[in-house]
């Protein structure tokens, strides 16, 4: 095998790994619309992913120090505006979670809430470093 040849195949793989990876995450991402709303448990597990995965991202490319900070301040506003909205209406008018009822409760909030919005705001927080840099 020639050098180009090497070369050109080695260029290749890069593509061929990113296309996959888009591939999986458009996948995923098809899956959370589809079953987000279900509370199955696999609904429960593409939730866990897209959490788990959130984190590993952040402490892979922010540190763990600046992911956990990331991860609490993501917990206390979301924690604070929820209760604030399940309790006075405010922005979005009275609601309740039907998902993870079964779940500790910080307030009127579930638990699991406040994670999922950190997997949620961070990956939009990348996505729009991305577009706009």
Known sequence: MSATQTIGRNERRPALQRFLAWTA??????????????????????????????????????????????FVICLAVTFSIENIGAVTGLPFGHYHFAVGANFPHVGAIPIIVGPLWFGMGYFSWIVAGVLLD
């Open 25 to 70: 995450i458009s996948i995923y991402l098809a899956l959370v619309v589809a079953f987000a709303w279900t509370g199955s448990s696999f609904a429960q597990a593409l939730a866990a992913i897209g959490i788990v995965s959130a984190l590993a991202h952040a402490i892979a490319t922010l540190g763990q120090r600046d992911a956990l900070a990331f």
